[in-house]
């Protein structure tokens, strides 16, 4: 059973930053961080693939977001830049444990990530 603990999350005027962090509790073959509006589908922010070290990002997010991970810390971070209203969500960060065959890991399909965190809000005003 993988735990993942999300931290970072809080409030931000737009175009401020701020920067997720997700613990992992054993090593797993992909880390995402995925994002919910109350009432909307859970949506896909970024991935990154452990092992290949290659990441897929949202056409929303693509440029203002970087996702990034510390092996010695097994740790994966989203850093979040000009952050707008619309970023506003709770963030969740999910692994799929190993094996898995791609060498990318899916932003879509949440259903295919086995574990999932507690989330972090980010609430970003205008």
């Known amino acids: 059973q993988v735990q993942l603990l999300e931290s970072g999350g809080g409030s931000v005027q737009a175009g401020g930053s701020l920067r997720l962090s997700c613990v992992a509790s054993?090593?797993?073959?992909?880390l995402a961080w995925f994002r919910q509006v109350p009432g909307q589908e859970r949506e896909g922010v970024a991935t990154?693939?452990?092992?290949?070290?290659?990441?897929l990002y949202s056409d929303s997010v693509k440029g203002r977001f970087t996702i990034s991970r510390d092996n010695d810390k097994n740790t994966v971070y989203l850093e979040m830049n000009d952050l707008k209203p619309e970023d506003t969500a709770m963030y969740y960060c999910?692994?799929?444990?190993?094996?898995?065959?791609?060498?990318?890991?899916?932003?879509?399909?949440?259903?295919?990530?086995?574990?999932w965190g507690q989330g972090t809000q980010v609430t970003v005003s205008s």
């Open positions: 999910a692994a799929k444990e190993r094996p898995v065959s791609d060498i990318t890991c899916p932003t879509v399909l949440p259903g295919w990530y086995t574990y």
């Open positions: 990154f693939r452990v092992g290949f070290e290659s990441t």
């Open positions: 054993e090593f797993v073959a992909c």
